[in-house]
T-cell receptor, first 121, second 111 residues
Framework: DTGVSQNPRHKITKRGQNVTFRCDPI?????LYWYRQTLGQGPEFLTY????????KSRLLSDRFSAERPKGSFSTLEIQRTEQGDSAMYLC???????????????????FGPGTRLTVL | GQQLNQSPQSMFIQEGEDVSMNCTSS?????WLWYKQDPGEGPVLLIA?????ELTSNGRLTAQFGITRKDSFLNISASIPSDVGIYFC???????????FGTGTSLTVIP
């Protein structure tokens, strides 16, 4: 399977514990994104990496959240001191560099992994 | 953040019927993506649109990039039971790399 993979698929933890999720993007993709999705909502952007550089962070990403992509391949998302409000599906997506087929258009398609479902008790 | 209004919120249709859904934004976008998500899974990319007015098909699915660049439409023809799921639009503005997602359209196909 050459798609985006995420581990674990499910995580149940007690409030106050730390959790870490892993994302392995499609191997040729240099861009990696983290999203959070709650029930009945669309994915919400958390952060974005180009290679190992974290280029954008959402205001949703509080100081309890940290993401890394140390070698520009896989990425980890850590949540410290989890709260019940952190319960959600955490999605990872990857994409090619933004290619330009002509001067006016740039291409940037994101492919998602299966997600990690976090439940904080 | 950016809000995308997606409608309808839910649809219940008979197998074989056509489906239309749309997405509107308050800002101009240069990219529209349409995804389908099954319960407990990540979204799967269906169609990508990059030019105003562009009409793109993927099998029974057809999507259009609105002329105003503030909306997009997805049509499904001759629906089948496996079309059941939640459909999301996502848009990206000229500045930044962030995609904003709609709240989804839940589709139920009655055999």
């Amino acid at each position: 399977d050459t798609g985006v993979s995420q581990n674990p698929r499910h995580k149940i933890t007690k409030r106050g514990q730390n959790v870490t999720f892993r994302c392995d993007p499609i191997s040729e993709h240099n861009r990696l994104y983290w999203y959070r999705q709650t029930l009945g909502q669309g994915p919400e952007f958390l952060t974005y990496f180009q290679n190992e550089a974290q280029l954008e962070k959402s205001r949703l990403l509080s100081d309890r959240f940290s993401a890394e992509r140390p070698k520009g391949s896989f990425s980890t998302l850590e949540i410290q001191r989890t709260e019940q409000g952190d319960s959600a599906m955490y999605l990872c997506a990857s994409s090619w560099p933004q290619a330009e087929r002509d001067a006016a258009v740039s291409y940037n398609e994101q492919f998602f992994g299966p997600g990690t479902r976090l439940t904080v008790l | 953040g950016q809000q995308l209004n997606q409608s309808p919120q839910s649809m219940f249709i008979q197998e074989g019927e056509d489906v239309s859904m749309n997405c509107t934004s308050s800002s101009i976008f240069n990219t529209w993506l349409w995804y389908k998500q099954d319960p407990g899974e990540g979204p799967v990319l269906l169609i990508a649109l990059y030019k105003a007015g562009e009409l793109t098909s993927n099998g029974r699915l057809t999507a259009q990039f609105g002329i105003t660049r503030k909306d997009s439409f997805l049509n499904i023809s001759a629906s089948i039971p496996s079309d059941v799921g939640i459909y999301f639009c996502a848009g990206r503005a000229n500045t930044g790399n962030q995609f904003y997602f709609g709240t989804g359209t839940s589709l139920t196909v009655i055999p």
